[in-house]
């Protein structure tokens, strides 16, 4: 709700919305409502990530940062390090990472 001739209105939720203006001055008023013409939508979530290096030398410590777009809120992450050798013949296998954010 707004008493602004121009109001700036921000649309939190992904929705249809009916939008209605009254007019008012010394000879009455008048409202108009638009059915449905505000129609807010997510953006489409598409994931992507990069990382501050991609070789070297064992044990390689690597950052990745997420640049996923579409307001992701849950990450979860695997690192493809299966390894096997021929000397002791042991798989390992690091586990899935799971990343929430906080409650907005």
Do not use: C
């Not at 649309?11 to 129609?39: F, P, Q």
């Not at 997510?42 to 996923?68: C, H, M, R, W, Y």
């Amino acid at each position: 709700m707004s008493t602004d001739q121009n109001p700036i209105h921000t649309y939190t939720d992904e929705s249809t919305y009916t939008v209605s203006l009254t007019s008012t001055n010394d000879a009455g008023s008048d409202t108009e409502t638009k059915l449905g013409y505000v129609i807010a939508t997510v953006p489409p979530l598409e994931a992507n990530f990069n990382v501050n290096i991609t070789g070297g030398k064992a044990p390689l410590t690597v950052q990745f940062t997420d640049t996923s777009t579409g307001a992701p809120d849950t990450w979860n992450w695997t690192f493809g390090d299966v390894a096997l050798t021929n000397k002791t013949r042991y798989m390992s296998i690091l586990p899935m990472a799971s990343i929430q954010s906080p409650l907005r």
